[in-house]
């Protein structure tokens, strides 16, 4: 079905929520910066992280205006070829662990994740985030099939594809987002609550036989475990594979109310934590930042994802109401499951913290995202129709 023909505002000053939105990804951004420049701080410290990361920042803030330049909607008439070429793009990953296309596609640490040209290297799983949420919001937007259990199918396989490919890496953290995205999605399209619970039902009873199936690696299975034998005695499990949780606990409790005086940053100093940088910079703030600092933090998401669906909520268009729900989702999921796994409330899935975490790909797509949501804010079309996704006590037809 094509597009329904829309009136389009006159351009305008950015509403509240779009500055709100790149105003809090600033200050992410800037506290990434101070938590990554305080780890490295040491006698004849380079800084090259901080100084990487403050590049990347750069670059995210380009890739933000290009998004917002370029728009969601001309972005979402080029959302199936996209996706076609982002699951291209994931099978030649999941097929070069068996198949060495190196340098194009290193092997680092036992994964694929990377495609490396020349000075150029990216995770397809990053941008495959933000394709996934166009691609969804363009099948659902003028559809109600999905209101029936039959048609709930074809968006669970729409999902399914990316997700298997991107755990064949292996990428547990990233596999995992999707899922909590599509639900989000379908819960603000108007499918019947009792249908995604069913299917959340399902989904939990079947995780078991995940997780004894062959798709996981060893150490998958290995940071599940940690979540569940975190308070194991045995000196051997707390030195071995609990260790890496352990010290995150230690790091965010020594922070106390106000954090540790950079001179006093025992962890850092001395480096006590694993993947400070990456996976576990919220042990870094809580640490150096204390308990005010990570509420700081946290806060700053809420306020974040309270934005994001406050432009969604301002459009009447669907394919723009459902872009901006799906990328306040992806980050506002990204940032409970990073956190909650750095204090023993979640798996280690190895899944970063939007805008903080270390890292180009991750930085860059989180800004890519934040120039979308402007992009929604931005554009509120007077709809020549009824409200989307507002739907009576009749039956959709599948």
């Not at 829309?6 to 506290?31: F, N």
């Not at 940088?277 to 990570?294: M, R």
């Not at 798996?347 to 913290?353: A, D, F, R, V, Y």
């Amino acid at each position: 079905m094509g597009d329904v023909p829309d009136l389009e505002t006159p351009q305008r000053p950015l509403p509240w929520s779009a500055r709100l939105i790149l105003l809090v990804a600033l200050g992410l951004t800037g506290a990434g910066l101070a938590a990554i420049y305080a780890s490295e701080k040491s006698p004849g410290a380079t800084y090259a992280q901080t100084r990487r990361q403050l590049a990347f920042a750069a670059v995210g803030l380009l890739a933000a205006g290009a998004a917002a330049a370029v728009g969601h909607k001309a972005l979402g008439r080029f959302a199936y070829p996209l996706f076609g070429l982002t699951l291209v793009l994931l099978a030649v990953l999941a097929v070069a662990r068996d198949l060495p296309l190196d340098p194009v596609i290193p092997v680092r640490r036992n994964t694929t994740r990377w495609i490396v040209l020349g000075p150029l290297q990216f995770q397809v799983s990053d941008a495959a985030k933000i394709v996934f949420v166009l691609a969804l919001a363009a099948y659902l937007r003028f559809r109600s099939n999905y209101r029936t259990i039959r048609g709930l199918m074809p968006p669970f396989l729409l999902t399914l594809a990316p997700t298997a490919l991107i755990l064949l890496e292996p990428d547990l953290g990233t596999s995992l987002l999707l899922m909590p995205v599509l639900f989000v999605m379908l819960f603000a399209a108007g499918a019947r609550k009792r249908h995604l619970a069913l299917f959340a039902v399902l989904g939990a009873a079947a995780a078991p036989a995940f997780y004894f199936s062959g798709l996981m690696d060893d150490y998958q299975r290995q940071r599940i475990d940690v979540l569940f034998r975190q308070n194991d005695p045995d000196p051997r499990w707390q030195m071995g594979p609990g260790f890496q949780l352990r010290q995150s606990k230690t790091a965010i409790g020594s922070g106390q109310l106000l954090g540790q005086d950079a001179e006093d940053a025992a962890f850092f100093r001395h480096n006590l934590l694993p993947e400070e940088h990456n996976d576990f910079i919220f042990a870094v703030i809580a640490h150096q930042f204390g308990f005010a600092g990570a509420a700081a933090v946290i806060l700053a998401y809420v306020v974040l994802l309270t934005a994001g669906l406050a432009a969604a909520s301002a459009t009447h268009d669907p394919f723009s109401r459902l872009v901006a729900v799906g990328l306040s989702a992806m980050i506002g999921v990204q940032a409970t499951v990073n956190i909650g796994m750095t204090m023993g409330l979640m798996p280690i899935t190895g899944m970063t913290l939007p805008f903080i975490s270390s890292g180009g790909s991750s930085l860059v797509t989180c800004f890519a995202a934040v120039g979308l949501l402007i992009s929604v804010a931005r554009h509120r079309p007077r709809m020549i129709a009824h409200k989307p996704f507002e739907f009576g006590d009749e039956e959709a037809k599948a």
